[in-house]
């Protein structure tokens, strides 16, 4: 899943989103990537320059985007 949200260290990158997961019963497997997002920076994933974008209008923002499922056994 992609996820964008404000952050002031990559620890904060990855608490934040984790812990709101939590909420709905989920559990994160693993986090890659976590890094800022250059002012300039583009993407060829269109649902993604509408997630970042939707991120800098609202510091509080959690974005998160496609979701993948794995039953437990």
């Given at each position: 899943?992609?996820v964008t949200t404000w952050a002031?260290?990559?620890?904060?990158?990855?608490?934040?989103?984790?812990?709101?997961?939590?909420?709905?019963?989920?559990?994160?497997i693993s986090i890659e990537d976590?890094?800022?997002?250059?002012?300039?920076?583009?993407?060829?994933d269109e649902s993604m320059e509408?997630?970042?974008?939707?991120?800098?209008?609202?510091?509080?923002?959690?974005?998160?985007?496609?979701?993948?499922?794995?039953?437990?056994?």
């Amino acid at each position: 899943m992609n996820v964008t949200t404000w952050a002031d260290s990559a620890e904060s990158a990855r608490d934040k989103p984790d812990k709101y997961i939590q909420r709905f019963q989920w559990h994160v497997i693993s986090i890659e990537d976590a890094r800022p997002v250059a002012d300039d920076e583009l993407f060829e994933d269109e649902s993604m320059e509408d997630m970042i974008a939707r991120t800098r209008a609202n510091p509080k923002a959690i974005i998160l985007g496609t979701f993948h499922g794995y039953k437990e056994e």
